[in-house]
């Protein structure tokens, strides 16, 4: 079966940095897109970063553009969330989620297996 166990998460200082990790098992890895959302309390799962299944193409929310950056290591197997200047609106459990296609989307319809999950808490 496809599992995705996510690692890194933690609590930061606001300005501070994380690497979020994702490991892929139980299917063809390479060949689809990766993506990463979080959810905040008492809000809707929200899209945070994406890229194609060669790393080659990504997508970022505006929200965390300039400031994350996804990337992946098809012989690993393994998606990764470099999150800088974190920011205390930045605290939620976030989700990596293997996509449906090789190409990145924005829209959680565009993945069909998901992570648990791993909390960030970023403090003022």
């Known amino acids: 079966q496809v599992q995705l166990v996510e690692s890194g998460g933690g609590l930061v200082q606001a300005g501070g940095s994380l690497r979020l990790s994702c490991a892929v098992s139980?299917?063809?890895?390479?060949?689809?897109?990766m993506g990463w959302f979080r959810q905040a309390p008492g809000k809707e799962r929200e899209f945070v970063a994406a890229?194609?299944?060669?790393?080659?193409?990504?997508v970022y929310a505006d929200s965390v553009k300039g400031r994350f950056t996804i990337s992946r290591d098809n012989a690993k197997n393994t998606v990764y969330l470099q999150m800088n200047s974190l920011k205390t609106e930045d605290t939620a459990v976030y989700y990596c989620a293997s996509g449906v296609t090789a190409v990145a989307g924005r829209t959680a319809n565009r993945y069909n297996y998901w992570g648990q999950g791993t909390q960030v808490t970023v403090s003022s």
């Open positions: 139980g299917r063809a890895f390479s060949n689809y897109a």
């Open positions: 890229c194609s299944w060669n790393g080659g193409s990504t």
